[in-house]
């Protein structure tokens, strides 16, 4: 290792506060990456979470490593030094096996780095019985991980807390790691990409897959699993000794958009007794917590769950707020522990747009509401909005401007009485089309077409005092989308980009593939397509239907929380007793039952 990331992450290995004994003796090793910086990674909580996880586990040892920054990425590429662990320094080579945690596709690239500068081969097929096992893990990778399928020994598709026991009986059980892999099953949630084969049409869509069938995406029940939370704080990162909590997880609004609204079905929640006796216990070392869910004000627990936090006299944070939960009391219980801003997620500026996206509330909602956002003291909102959106028009666009005008407008109103002036951080992204969601069919906007919008709404803010707007490119988009909607055939671009340093555009044409054929081409309905090696739980059917909706400006309800509904597909009646439903989330820590038999045509009961 070189010196100065040497002296680097000893620095922070210093900083950290470890909120829980982690053993040091076992005899299966194993690295845990996260593939970017330190200060990305340990702002994780899945991260944070499966690290726990594996150093709980009888007999294994996990340590730490992370991406580093260009300057020590360069340092070890000349001094051809391999990148080692961040505990200890091992080479990495001498563990048995190294997991990533993957949330994004941007780092998908940041994987194969890690591995080059780690001396392992990067093709599955190229390791041999002295090399670790490579296993993929994390949300993009139950999306679609065909991608970097090739370069995988295992990926884990699902959620850590189902997955990691019995990843470590296998593997950790056998008398050889690499034996242990012909333990993993499919319908356990373990993909052995060298088990499969595609096969395509010649127009270059996929025909279907040889293998054992559908990895089943796996589920982690509140009741039989431990509390999702932070297990290290550390001042090194965007949160800074924040202790962060998943409170529930899953979000019931069925937004047509959004992978994590139907990847993370049902929506489950965890007690607020287990939460703020969690909170408690980690006090003396922190007095900022942050609530983590897709949807905060979802809980029916929450208003407690933020007496007892200001009770313990914590400073209360909570991600993104869905508008249509929004209430008075909670805004004033947020600024109340000392929050000064919150993010709100408009997404488009008009109603006709959200009736296409099914986000059921309005402009006038959204400006009652920010109202008395600014009057229960929150002096400044965050928005997050989308362009290229399907069936986007120009004016929908003007009405991005037009809203975020007439929320500064309530905020000026505000500030005048009392004094203070906020700001306005409108933050503005590209759509990408997400696999597990009705858009998965349809093709990404032009991006001359998004840059256009883009620059069109660039100038309107620059114009609108107290706002400050962060807007990205169509060209940030092109690799994400890139990979999220690619085929296993992107690997070869991926290791390009990666061995040549050029970009994934380069490197898609000195492999001969067209990104247009992932990107701007139409899906047919009966077609293949990359991520149906994965069975998520959702029928195709339900995503069908909600997409003939979107086109006819129709609402959706959402998840309705009925005992035994198979709208979508993914859940069924159980006869646990404890799955009760007289009052909202009635069945908060208990575990229904996953319905893996679905056939993916069939057609949900009605309702």
């Not at 970017?36 to 009888?58: D, K, R």
């Not at 096969?199 to 999702?228: E, N």
């Not at 666009?397 to 505000?414: C, F, G």
Request: proline fraction near 7%.
């Amino acid at each position: 290792m070189s010196r100065r990331l040497l002296e680097r992450w000893t620095t922070l290995r210093e900083a950290e506060v470890p909120l829980a004994p982690i053993e040091r003796t076992g005899s299966f090793r194993i690295v845990l990456g996260y593939p970017n910086l330190y200060f990305v990674g340990m702002s994780n909580l899945g991260f944070q979470g499966v690290y726990q996880l594996l150093n709980q586990a009888e007999d294994v040892v996990c340590e730490r490593v992370f991406l580093p920054d260009d300057v020590d990425a360069e340092d070890l590429v000349r001094s051809g030094r391999p990148l080692v662990s961040f505990e200890s320094g091992a080479d990495l080579r001498g563990f048995h096996a190294v997991a990533f945690s993957v949330s994004f596709e941007n780092d998908y690239l940041h994987v194969l780095k890690m591995l080059r500068m780690s001396g392992i081969p990067l093709r599955a097929a190229d390791r041999g019985p002295r090399d670790p096992i490579v296993i993929l893990g994390g949300a993009a990778m139950f999306l679609n991980p065909e991608p970097l399928a090739p370069f995988a020994d295992v990926i884990a598709v699902g959620e850590g807390e189902a997955l990691v026991p019995r990843l470590v009986e296998a593997l950790a059980g056998a008398p050889d790691p690499r034996m242990g892999i012909g333990g993993l099953s499919e319908k356990d949630g373990f993909y052995v990409p060298s088990r499969v084969t595609v096969r395509y049409h010649d127009d270059g869509t996929v025909r279907g897959y040889d293998g054992p069938g559908p990895v089943v995406r796996q589920r982690a029940w509140p009741g039989s699993m431990p509390l999702p939370q932070s297990v290290i704080l550390t001042p090194h990162t965007e949160m800074s000794m924040k202790y962060m909590v998943e409170i529930s997880r899953g979000c019931p609004c069925m937004c047509r958009f959004c992978w994590a609204g139907y990847n993370y079905l049902p929506v489950r929640g965890f007690s607020r007794r287990e939460i703020v006796d969690r909170a408690r216990e980690v006090r003396a070392f922190t007095r900022k917590i942050g609530l983590v869910s897709t949807a905060v004000c979802d809980h029916p627990e929450i208003d407690g769950i933020v007496d007892d936090l200001a009770g313990l006299g914590y400073e209360v944070s909570v991600a993104s707020l869905r508008l249509d939960d929004l209430t008075p009391g909670f805004v004033f219980k947020l600024a109340d522990t000392g929050v000064q801003g919150l993010t709100l997620a408009p997404e488009c500026g008009s109603d006709r747009m959200r009736r296409i996206l099914n986000k059921q509330f309005t402009n006038a909602e959204i400006l009652d509401k920010a109202t008395w956002i600014f009057e229960n003291g929150i002096q400044n909102l965050k928005l997050y909005y989308m362009v290229g959106l399907p069936w986007e028009e120009h004016s929908d666009v003007e009405a991005i401007v037009a809203l975020t005008e007439q929320i500064r407008e309530r905020m000026l109103a505000v500030a005048r009485k009392r004094g203070r002036i906020g700001r306005i951080h409108p933050s503005v992204n590209p759509f990408v089309p997400k696999p597990g969601t009705p858009y998965q069919w349809l093709p990404m906007e032009d991006p001359k077409e998004t840059d256009r919008k883009l620059q069109f709404l660039r100038k309107a803010f620059g114009r609108m005092p107290n706002v400050d707007a962060i807007l990205k490119s169509a060209r940030t988009g092109f690799s994400q989308s890139l990979l999220a909607l690619g085929d296993r055939r992107v690997a070869d671009a991926l290791e390009h980009a990666c061995v040549h340093g050029v970009d994934l555009k380069r490197a898609m044409r000195a492999v001969g593939l067209d990104p247009g054929f992932y990107l701007f081409r139409g899906r047919g309905r009966d077609e293949v397509l990359p991520w149906d090696v994965v069975d998520n739980g959702v029928a195709k059917s339900y995503y069908l239907r909600e997409l003939d909706k979107s086109l006819a400006e129709k609402l959706s309800p959402h998840c309705p929380e009925i005992q035994g509904c198979i709208r979508c597909g993914v859940c069924v009646e159980t006869p646990n007793p404890f799955y009760r439903l007289p009052e909202k989330w009635a069945h908060l820590g208990t575990s229904p039952r996953y319905l893996r038999t679905l056939p993916a045509a069939a057609e949900p009961a009605a309702r």
